[in-house]
């Protein structure tokens, strides 16, 4: 059975951010969305960086909940649901400027959709044959996963990722490995490091600032464990788990009723008790 997925989807987005700037299909994290999309000139994205995408502190505007009449609700008519063109079009509406960018953070579906606009136009190529090139045969994936579309074709890169929890199993794995599978590293460490480790993160950013229970890197959460610890969270309960220096990894796949009442912290105590038995939190 496939699992979708819709904020693990960023978290992907995110790790593929990385082999692209690797490449040099983006040239600087600091690169303005509108080098890469012209389109979004004269939105309040078009000066928003790369670097701030990924962190979700674009300072635009937007409410992230899963009702009709949300920002977010809307994208995901324009997109998943094909009830607009998609493409640019599914978020030049956006308007409104809550904040200067850089200064504080907001999770917002539209700084991730708007981060996959600027990957699909640097890589020049499906993000779905790029996934399955550069991350998903690389991690040695057992089975095939796959993107949702919309109607241009674009992907929606804030969500829509479906696969299986063994594969999801074998992501956390490379992650655990600071990106290297046999030997070969699939995505930069530094730029691993920079996305997952608490201490390279802006104040606003650290655990205990964007959620009581955790912190934010590049399109992922940070947890507030001693060791670096981190998560890749999607809407109705699944998740992915990873700590590096104990090479735990815990995925679950899951299909909660409600995407705003769900119960995160029953899972939060499971999930340390998880880690405390595998003695991978040092007291």
């Known amino acids: 059975m496939h699992f979708a997925s819709h904020s693990m989807a960023k978290s992907i987005t995110g790790i593929l951010v990385g082999i692209a700037h690797r490449e040099g299909h ?12 012209p389109q979004l000139a004269g939105t ?3 000066e928003v960086s790369v670097r701030n995408l990924l962190r ?11 009702s009709p009449g949300s920002d977010n609700y ?6 998943m649901m094909q009830k607009g063109r998609g493409g640019v079009s599914a978020i030049s509406w956006v308007s409104r400027r809550a904040a200067p960018q850089g200064t504080k953070f907001n999770y917002s579906g539209g700084d991730t959709y708007v981060l996959g ?12 044959e790029y996934t399955s090139e550069k991350l998903w045969k690389p991690i040695g994936a057992e089975d095939y996963a796959s993107w949702l579309v919309d109607w241009s074709g674009t992907v929606p890169a804030n969500c829509c990722f479906n696969a299986r929890l063994r594969d999801y199993g074998r992501l956390g794995a490379m992650l655990a490995d600071d990106g290297v599978v046999s ?17 390279r993160q802006p104040e606003f950013l650290k655990p205990g600032g964007p959620a009581s229970w955790g912190g934010y890197g590049y399109q992922i959460w940070l947890r507030k464990n001693k060791l670096r610890t981190f ?15 104990s090479k735990a990894v815990i995925v679950i796949t899951s299909a909660w009723q409600d995407a705003e009442n769900a119960p995160n912290d029953e899972r939060g105590y499971f999930l340390e008790a998880v880690l ?6 040092p007291d």
């Open 231 to 245: 998560s890749m969270h999607g809407v109705y309960g699944q998740l992915l788990l990873v700590q590096p220096a």
């Open 276 to 281: 405390r038995t595998l003695q991978a939190i």
């Open 44 to 46: 309040p994205y078009e």
């Open 74 to 79: 809307r994208l995901n008519a324009e997109t």
């Open 26 to 37: 983006i040239a600087s994290l600091d690169d303005k969305v509108v080098q890469y999309v």
């Open 117 to 128: 606009l600027v990957l699909q136009a640097a890589i020049k190529r499906p993000l779905a």
């Open 56 to 66: 979700m502190a674009s300072g635009v505007q937007w409410e992230q909940v899963y």
């Open 183 to 199: 030997g070969k590293e699939i995505i930069d460490r530094e730029y691993l490091l920079d996305a997952t480790d608490a201490g």
